[in-house]
């Protein structure tokens, strides 16, 4: 290089930091890319997304490359810098401008482009993939060999680069992502979305309606009283058995009905023939998969069995869903059964309603790890036959037993321990009902 003039040098070496900064840059950029929004911007035909995707796909391969690059930029840089400092000073002149060069890469070379990169890593990746894609064809020989080695240095420590190029998101990592997209994704769909992951935490168990609570068609009653359930039934399938849950004939549509009855034609007999056989739920399944039991089935309604074979409860499809798109209705009937709220904050609740019923709907957050009703809960707690006006702190509730029946909580008076301090030592006011 001695006839090379020193602006030429100067030039040059200016050109290799601005090199070195788009290797810095272009790797930071690349790395830090949201593989799933470059995922979808190649589905759309975006063509820079497409070749980013392809080079990201081997990433050892990206790194050798974008390395190979900066340590030849690098190297060249500091002999370029050791003539200019040879030439301005001697010896002192090199130290000098080695002091020098370090600084300027460091700032212009290696800690701007990259927090460059890192804030803004689709603009700056994806330009730099159309120029790896040019470059890793002429240094994929020195590439190659590169990766041979190191790759072969990660199996030995057990790693393989196949592996590391997968990227997916587990169940918690995906919750994560759509807890923190409030920008991106409007509240309520995002409240359903969750709602949908839940889908796989919950059980049968955490939705049923409990047995005792079954409305439905007893055949061993007078006909009358049985054509009166029918005609004051709010719902639209209804249960069919003889004198008791367990001994259940199955299920029958009141639409089916009305037509019987609009012909004069609706008896004992012509509603038996209408009845279809229940469909049985073990026990312990999970939401979202008795969802697609539904679908598959082409059911709508199912009885929770445990493992003697004995119904527990009742789970519907609009159970189900409704865990993930709320309510449909602001109907009376669909509010919760057997809760009564007060003007303390506190609540009556009765002992079968299920917990993750009092957490939905009334905000709560009772453990629902283990019970799932609010007598379980108690009894656990307890580890005793309950007593009346017996009073046990669960969390951040307190909890007062007001009757008993059969060693089973009837009711109880659950109060947020953060009310306690506002509840009125005026007695109580009037209970209403818990929409």
Not at 37 to 42: F, P, S, W
Not at 102 to 111: R, S
């Amino acid at each position: 290089m001695d006839g090379i003039s020193l602006p030429a040098l100067f030039g040059l070496l200016l050109l290799l930091i601005v090199l070195a900064a788009f290797f810095s840059g272009s790797e930071t950029g690349l790395m830090t890319m949201n593989r799933y929004r470059l995922k979808h911007r190649a589905k759309q035909g975006e063509r820079s997304a497409k070749i980013a995707q392809s080079l990201l796909e081997r990433p050892d391969r990206l790194i050798g490359l974008i390395l190979l690059g900066n340590v030849l930029v690098i190297n060249l840089a500091a002999a370029v810098a050791t003539i200019i400092g040879l030439r301005l000073g001697g010896d002192r002149g090199v130290a000098i401008a080695t002091f020098v060069l370090t600084f300027v890469m460091l700032i212009f070379g290696e800690a701007t482009p990259k927090t460059l990169a890192a804030l803004y890593p689709e603009r700056v990746g994806l330009p730099a993939a159309y120029i790896y894609a040019l470059l890793k064809w002429p240094m994929f020989p020195v590439v190659y060999v590169v990766n041979l080695i190191g790759n072969g240095l990660l199996r030995i420590c057990g790693v393989t680069p196949e592996d590391a190029a997968q990227h997916s998101l587990s169940s918690e990592e995906l919750r994560s992502v759509v807890a923190e997209a409030d920008a991106m994704i409007p509240h309520r769909h995002q409240r359903m979305l969750l709602s949908i992951l839940d889908l796989e935490r919950a059980t049968v168990e955490d939705i049923m309606v409990p047995r005792n609570e079954i409305i439905g068609i007893d055949i061993s009653e007078p006909w009358p009283q049985v054509l009166e359930a029918i005609i004051g039934s709010s719902h639209t399938r209804l249960p069919v058995f003889d004198g008791s849950i367990d001994d259940l004939k199955g299920v029958v549509h009141l639409r089916k009905l009305v037509r019987l009855a609009a012909q004069d034609n609706l008896n004992l007999e012509s509603l038996l023939t209408l009845v279809r056989d229940p469909y049985f739920i073990p026990e312990g399944t999970t939401l979202n998969q008795q969802l697609l039991n539904f679908q598959d089935q082409k059911r709508r309604i199912g009885f929770l069995v445990d493992e003697y074979g004995d119904i527990q409860g009742l789970v519907t499809l609009e159970d189900i869903l409704e865990e993930v798109v709320g309510e449909f209705t602001s109907d009376p009937a669909t509010r919760i059964k057997n809760v009564y709220l007060d003007a303390d904050g506190s609540a009556l609740v009765h002992g079968s309603v299920t917990l993750r019923t009092l957490n939905r709907k009334l905000g709560w957050k009772l453990p629902t790890g283990g019970p799932k009703t609010l007598n379980g809960l108690i009894m656990q707690q307890l580890q005793e036959l309950p007593k009346s006006g017996r009073r046990i702190d669960i969390g951040q509730y307190r909890i007062e037993i007001t009757e008993i029946r059969a060693n089973f909580v009837k009711t109880a008076r659950v109060q947020p321990r953060s009310m306690l301090s506002f509840a009125s030592d005026n007695g109580k006011s009037a209970p209403q009902s818990a929409g």
